[in-house]
Structure formats: structure tokens, C-alpha cells
């Protein structure tokens, strides 16, 4: 008898269990319109093509002694770059960043920490896109905040890996660098765009 009970109030526990795994899931995709969820799909689709474009140039770098700031002109900066020109063609604001930031232009504001550590704990996630709002010259825009993340490839770890193994550009340009220490796979950081309306 008292099993039977038991069992009941494990199986009781499903829906609740259940409910509470489904709420934060459902805050984190609320409704898009279809022109934005266009927009979404496609602005997805060009920034993962920059980290595949990113991860190509950074495994050129293998069996390389010595990695130089020439090299980061080859590998990340050019990547910085390309984003900063698409989101100006597109008239979206986009930036790439991260709490664990080498460049502290590219440090994630509080609401970007909060996507972050969302990201971190859900690494099957692909994305996030919100409807939200902006303030620009006092004006508030109307769009969507769209989050992509930027994971660490091996071929990263010449630059972003253990502390000591930095190249010496980095060591001398970065005195405050956090972005060392890295695994594969690792969360570094995300591209953070907003599409507006
Ligand atoms: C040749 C060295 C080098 C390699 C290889 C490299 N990076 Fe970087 N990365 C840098 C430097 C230097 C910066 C700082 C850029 C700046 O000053 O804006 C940076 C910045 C970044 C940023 C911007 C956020 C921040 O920390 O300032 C991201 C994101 C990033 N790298 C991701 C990657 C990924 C992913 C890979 C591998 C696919 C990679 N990097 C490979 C040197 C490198």
C-alpha cells in the first residue's frame, strides 16, 4: 500500500517537473513577427558563416611556432571587421562579445552576461531572438535582439588558450586580456545584434 502511494505522488511530480522545465524555455522564444523571424534566419545564417570563415583562417595557423599580430590581422581582426560592414549595410547595430573579453570594446553589458550564462548552460543552443526595444537619439526602435554564440574551435587555442601560451602581441596589447584559458568547445563569447524594424 504504501509503495502504491508513493509512486503515485513520483508520477504526480511529472507534470510539475515538467512545467518547470517548459517555463524558462518559453520565455526564452517568445513570438516573432514573420519579417522578423526572416531577418532572424538570415542574419544567422551570415554570422555563422564568420565563425566558419574565422575558424578556416585560424587552422592555417597550425604547426606554426610563433604566432604574430600579423596573423591576428589575418584571423579575428578581418572578422571584426566583416560584421562591423554588415551590420552598416543592413542599418543594424551588431557587436561581438564576451565577459571574458580581450578587447574591452567587446565586453558584454548585463543583460548580454545574462545571455551568455543562458548560453553556456544550454550549449545545443544555436541562438536566441527576443522582440525588443532600443533607445537611439531619444528615440525608441522597435526590433528584435538576436544572439548568436561563438564557441572555441582547436584552432583558436593559439591565441585564446592557456595564459602562458599567449603570443607576445597579446601579452603586450592586452594587459587586462581575459580571453585566455579556453577549451574547445567553450562558450567565448557571442555576436549580439539588433535588427530593427
Ligand atoms: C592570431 C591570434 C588569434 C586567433 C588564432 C584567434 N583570435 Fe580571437 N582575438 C584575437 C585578438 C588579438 C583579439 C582582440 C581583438 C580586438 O582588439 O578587438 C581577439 C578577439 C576575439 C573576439 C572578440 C571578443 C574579445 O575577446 O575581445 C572573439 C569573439 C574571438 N576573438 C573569437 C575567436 C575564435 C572563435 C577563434 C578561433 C576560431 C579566435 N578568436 C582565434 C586573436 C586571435
Redesign the pocket.
Known sequence: MKRMSLRKVSLSLIPVFGLVLLVPSLQARPKLSPKQQQAVTEAVGTLTSF?TL??GL?ST?EGQEE?TIE??RR???PI?QQVRAWAEEKGYQAK???T????P??KASEEEARELAWLKANPNLKMQARPGQIKVNEEMISGVHLYVP????S??L???GAQDSR?E??RQ??PEDK?HGFKTGDL??MYSVFIKD
Open positions: 565563425s574565422r575558424e585560424a595557423l604566432v596573423d591576428f584571423v579575428c581582426a571584426g561581438q562579445v564576451s571574458r573579453y580581450r578587447n570594446n567587446n561563438i564557441r572555441v574551435a584552432s583558436c593559439h591565441c585564446h603570443p602581441f597579446v596589447n592586452y580571453a567565448r563569447g
